[in-house]
């Protein structure tokens, strides 16, 4: 079974920026597309960004759109979210996960792998 492991959260001000982390064990990571979704409590889970099995096509949020970047390297079995100019609206739990198959979906219900999550927190 595979696990996700998130790392690179943590506490900074406005203007900031991060990277996230999120290794996968196992195999056949590079057969499946990946995303990157955020939730704050009392508020649903919210899709953030996401990308192909190659990484040649990526998807955005419109409020994280211009100022997150995300990529993989398969051969390291790993998934980045580059986070530039946060926001305190930024601030949330972040989780990695893998999607069904290999093309990019935004939907929490097509992804079936889930990481325990990492924590963002932006000061204004």
């Known amino acids: 079974q595979v696990q996700l492991e998130e790392s690179g959260g943590g506490l900074v001000q406005a203007g900031d920026s991060l990277r996230l982390s999120c290794v996968a064990s196992?195999?056949?990571?590079?057969?499946?597309?990946m995303g990157w979704f955020r939730q704050v409590p009392g508020k649903e889970r919210e899709f953030v960004s996401a990308?192909?099995?190659?990484?040649?096509?990526?998807a955005y949020a419109d409020s994280v759109k211009g100022r997150f970047t995300i990529s993989r390297d398969n051969a390291k079995n790993t998934v980045y979210l580059q986070m530039d100019n946060l926001k305190p609206e930024d601030t949330a739990v972040y989780y990695c996960?893998?999607?069904?198959?290999?093309?990019?979906?935004?939907?929490?219900?097509?992804?079936?792998?889930w990481g325990q999550g990492t924590q963002v927190t932006v000061s204004s």
């Open positions: 196992g195999r056949d990571f590079g057969n499946y597309a």
């Open positions: 996960t893998r999607a069904g198959g290999n093309k990019i979906v935004r939907i929490d219900f097509q992804f079936d792998c």
């Open positions: 990308l192909n099995w190659k990484g040649g096509a990526t």
